[in-house]
């Protein structure tokens, strides 16, 4: 089974710096796609970037990038210019490339706070 | 509106009570997920619909909780015998299905929370 690892409960960050959560996961699969979701209080997840696995490109969605490292099975994710709408809690997550098997496998999530 | 919809918001129930929380899919999407979230955790998969049918139900935590989407929409996620650790927020996503080696994303709502008291 797979399984999503992030060690880091807490994080903060000035407003306009920049900050970077991380996540490890294990799996014995080579297709698969790795995903960070935001969850605001509001409790909505939103997809913030994904990346799939063979791709060697990292993802970057304007702010957001990731350090995507296959063959340490790490995905970090990267903010850049932090902004006060940023505070959430960030999930990484894992979904088989294969048909059929798309469920999600979450971390624990890190909170990040934005410091004005 | 055009998101996944969740109703109750909020359910208060005694321990022993069954319940049962609605999704409303986006219209046409095909897969239906219904995930756990505990307090303070990530969430965890339940079971997953493509159109009607039950695909993995390997997630559900016991014979107590049943999810059905008879007409491959609306989906209903039914708890019986409520005990406290079923307290938690019950996340819904649906998502398209555009080919066997496409990328789905999944659209969340925004949950129910499950009190048992």
């Known amino acids: 089974a797979q399984t999503v690892t992030q060690s880091q409960p807490e994080m903060s960050v000035q407003e306009a710096e920049t900050v970077t959560l991380s996540c490890t996961y294990d799996?014995?699969?080579?297709?698969?796609?790795l995903f960070w979701y935001k969850q605001p209080p509001s409790r909505q997840m939103i997809l913030v970037i994904r990346?799939?696995?063979?791709?060697?490109q990292n993802a970057t969605e304007n702010r957001f990038s990731v350090n995507f490292q296959k063959a340490a099975k790490s995905f970090s994710l990267k903010i850049s210019d932090s902004q006060l709408g940023d505070a959430a809690m960030y999930f990484c997550?894992?979904?088989?490339?294969?048909?059929?098997?798309?469920?999600?496998?979450f971390g624990t999530g890190t909170r990040l706070t934005i410091i004005p | 509106g055009a998101g996944v919809s969740q109703s109750p918001r909020y359910k208060v129930a005694k321990r022993g009570q069954d319940v049962a929380l609605r999704c409303d899919p986006i219209?046409?999407?095909?897969?239906l997920f219904w995930y756990q979230q505990a307090l303070g955790q990530g969430p965890e998969f339940l079971t997953y619909?493509?159109?009607?049918?039950?695909?993995?139900k390997s997630g559900l935590p016991s014979d107590r909780f049943f999810a059905e989407r008879p007409e491959g929409s609306v989906s209903t996620l039914k708890i019986q015998r409520t005990q406290q650790e079923d307290s938690a927020v019950y996340l819904c996503?649906?998502?398209?299905?555009?080919?066997?080696?496409?990328?789905?994303?999944?659209?969340f709502g925004p949950g129910t929370r499950l009190t048992v008291l």
């Open positions: 619909f493509q159109n009607e049918a039950q695909l993995d």
């Open positions: 799996t014995s699969e080579s297709d698969y796609y």
């Open positions: 996503a649906s998502s398209l299905v555009r080919g066997t080696f496409s990328y789905n994303e999944q659209f």
């Open positions: 219209s046409g999407h095909v897969s």
């Open positions: 990346q799939e696995a063979y791709k060697q």
């Open positions: 997550a894992y979904r088989s490339g294969s048909f059929g098997n798309e469920k999600l496998t």
